[in-house]
């Protein structure tokens, strides 16, 4: 019983479309490109770009540790602190208080925050589970596995934990290393930096008391500070409210803001996501016994989670969109110069190792 019980989602948002297509909420900046010329497409690929201006490097990741890894380069490396700093910068300025979270989860945290497999087949799952020794087994420790995002070590912080009603609203925003398998999803529409195992992001994460108004304010303030760091970077992007065959085990509701990607115009029309926003009402706080006191009575807290930065997809957008093909450099967002020793552009030059 108990296991048909957690194989059941999340009830669903009556804001969620019904069926396969998300609904378009807004855009945010304008359309860079009216009437793409075909002609730039490989000139416009995050992975051209990177490989002309000495950026990124594939081929070495590759012989290191295999597909789907990479090694940012210079001003890349350079950029990827750049997008964390301001990101966590207006997190904190937002009011959410900064955390730096541990990697390495028990699998059963990660499984309460709704991050497991779909059906047990090593090719659907997404979790990197740590070999676990004989003794530790035989002691009856719990398994490890690498976090997928904060989310779910922001998740674990307070489970079988009861909070005081004075503490909620909580908000957190943490930056750390993301791990995935992306098992099955390897193509050369992924090919890159969009889709990769392992990742720099800056998350947000909290809990309020189960109050249908409290969370959605708190989930339109997370959304609203996910619009402005894209649009301040220069970004064309659409947000949508994310249909229910799209939803994850644990949310109810679900925005995602997609951008402009120019090397993907054969793709769903150029536009990839960068961040997603979930309300997951109880669903977690249940799972993981967090619990607060609210008017003398023990009741689960609502849990909110969104992606203020998920670095290597922004890096990309970056790269793409602020190409100029007649000098062959990328103009650096006005917003990340400070982290950027003041430099305007990103030009070619003779990258000699020492």
């Known amino acids: 019983m108990e296991a048909l019980a957690l194989a059941i989602p999340n009830l669903t948002s009556d804001e969620t479309p019904r069926g396969p297509e998300p609904r378009v909420l807004s855009y945010i900046n304008d359309h860079p490109e009216p009437e793409p010329a075909l002609s730039d497409r490989v000139w416009r690929s995050h992975v051209h770009i990177g490989a002309e201006l000495g950026l990124l490097d594939f081929t070495g990741a590759a012989r290191a540790s295999g597909w789907g ?74 398994s490890l596995v690498l976090a997928g995002t904060a989310e779910i070590p922001l998740a674990g912080m307070y489970a079988d934990t009861i909070l005081d009603e004075t503490a909620l609203p909580r908000k957190r925003a943490a930056v750390s290393r993301c791990y995935r398998a992306e098992a099955g999803n390897r193509g050369a529409e992924n090919k890159g930096l969009y889709r990769v195992h392992e990742f720099t992001k800056v998350e947000l994460f909290a809990w309020t008391t189960p109050d249908p108004d409290e969370a959605q304010e708190i989930f339109d303030e997370l959304v609203d500070l996910q619009t402005e760091l894209l649009g301040s970077l220069g970004l064309h992007c659409r947000v949508l409210e994310m249909p229910a065959g799209d939803l994850g085990a644990s949310a109810a509701r679900k925005c995602d803001i997609e951008a402009f990607f120019p090397s993907r115009r054969d793709r769903n029309d150029g536009w990839g996501e960068v961040t997603s926003a979930s309300i997951c009402t109880d669903y977690q706080t249940r799972r993981l016994a967090t619990r607060a006191r609210i008017g003398g009575k023990v009741v689960y807290p609502w849990t909110i989670n969104g992606t203020a930065m998920a670095v290597p997809r922004v890096l990309a957008a970056i790269l793409e969109n602020g190409w100029d093909e007649n000098d062959k450099s990328v103009t650096i967002p006005p917003v990340l110069r400070p982290w950027m020793d003041g430099k305007e552009k990103i030009g070619p030059r003779q990258h000699v190792d020492e």
């Open 69 to 142: 890894w990479y090694y940012l380069l210079d001003e890349a490396a350079q950029l990827e602190q750049a997008l964390v700093q301001y990101a966590l910068t207006a997190a904190a300025r937002a009011g959410w208080r900064q955390v730096s979270p541990p990697s390495m989860v028990y699998g059963h945290i990660a499984a309460a925050c709704g991050f497991q497999p779909r059906d047990g087949d090593a090719e659907t799952t997404q979790i990197y589970s740590i070999a676990q020794d004989a003794e530790d087994a035989s002691r009856g420790r719990p």
